[in-house]
């Protein structure tokens, strides 16, 4: 005698594809629905800071020498790159280094190490011949993340991260490269949407640091 | 650099040759304003004009710092003449320096007049904005010298602009702020210019990027594909689901 199976058996064996691809739907609607919530925050300043106005300037330090930068360095990331002198042009554009592996000071600026004043480095955040520049990384930096700077007398200069922000090109601050004021780190590069007809991005990344409390006796 | 500080002492210099032109100093009820830049005339109180010999001790720091600050004049123009890299600086130069000393015997005159010593020392802040620039050399020394120039001559403007601008200055200490205009205004536009030669300007955009290769919007489109993803699937569910049901 053949006993037929329970007519709730075949039903659920009929529904469970569909109870599958149902779930695979709500769980692709919900990763979609995070990614795009959470990207903007991160285009807006990441986890250091969600704001698009500078960071507080810290206390000035007494006079100290500068020197002139000739190499950075991010040691927890084990990036390093040489640092050339750069100026403005003529357009009122800052020159950035062809290279995208090399880093490119604002002359004008302040020295490393100087006891007031705003280092400003510059540097692309990737090249159409040469790729990914040494600057991709700074929309990673976290704060307290040390960047050292060498100078043209061997001294090393240490910095720690302490903001990130993003800005619309055109709103850049000038306080950015101002040549007064407490001893700051500046790193710049490109960020946001890139428009492949002007092959530009829309954005400025710029990440601050500041002068290292203590720096070890070991790297000078 | 210390250029911020060093500005306060190049400003006052404008307001001290107008107390000095002007033979103004503080009122007797008022103690006289500091030596800030930009600061306009004091009162007029003939008590204490030049040539009374009686300075009170905001007119003995005033008449120091200008003195100061006249001094950096000097010295900034003797190093740009000496460590300019282009023929500009180089040139431009001579040209700061005489217009320090000329400011600056004008300040001694006034100093004199009220019986006021001079010293001969740069402040600590103007000897660390001297270093600072020594440090460079080339054409990184050509941009940083111009713009340390062009923030003095900005900030000895301001002062002056601000003497002419207030409607209690006398009309000795308007001439004085004319003068002293017109002299900066001849070297002004030749430093702008070879500022921007140079490549001192501030920058007001900065492009470093041709590649996209870091571009973020890949991943809102995977976003967005995903969430188009994930509304087909559930509306081919319900599809099925109601068809089943009828």
Known sequence: MVVSPPRLTVSRRRRWPAVLIACCGVLCVLIGVVLVAVRPAAEAGGALGTGGTAPAAPESLPAAPGTVPVALALPARGIGAPIVAVGTDPDGGLVVPDPPSTVGWWAPGALAGSGSGTVVLAGHVDSRVEGLGVFAVLPELAAGEPVWVRGRDGRVIEYEVVARRQFAKAQLPAELFARDGAPRLVLITCGGRFDRSTRSYADNVVVYAVPAPAPTPAHR | ?246
């Open chain 2, 1 to 246: 650099m210390n250029i911020r500080r060093s500005r306060l002492a190049v400003g006052t210099i404008l307001a001290t040759l107008a107390l000095a032109g002007a033979a103004a100093c503080s009122s007797p009820n008022q103690p006289a304003p500091g030596p800030a830049p930009g600061a306009p005339p004091p009162a007029s109180d003939p008590a204490a004009a030049p040539g009374a010999g009686q300075a009170t001790d905001a007119q003995r720091a005033a008449l120091g710092q200008a003195h100061q600050g006249a001094l950096a004049l000097v010295a900034l123009g003797g190093l740009g003449a000496q460590q300019g890299a282009s023929e500009q600086v180089r040139t431009l130069g001579p040209q700061l320096q005489e217009q320090g000393q000329s400011l600056d015997q004008q300040i001694r005159s006034a100093a004199n007049a009220q019986g006021v010593a001079l010293g001969d020392q740069l402040s600590a802040q103007q000897q660390s904005m001297l270093a600072d620039l020594q440090s460079r050399t080339g054409q990184p020394f050509d941009q940083a010298w111009l713009r340390a120039a062009l923030d003095m001559q900005q900030q000895a403007r301001d002062a002056a602009n601000a003497v002419l601008n207030d409607p209690n200055a006398t009309p000795e200490a308007e001439a004085a702020a004319q003068r002293t205009l017109a002299q900066l205004d001849a070297l002004l536009a030749q430093l702008r210019q070879a500022a921007g030669e140079a490549g001192s300007a501030t920058p007001g955009s900065v492009n470093a990027g041709t590649g996209g290769q870091a571009a973020t919007q890949t991943a809102p489109i995977g976003a967005i594909g995903l969430i188009g993803l994930g509304a087909v699937l559930l509306g081919g569910v319900g599809w099925w689901w109601c068809r089943r049901r009828a």
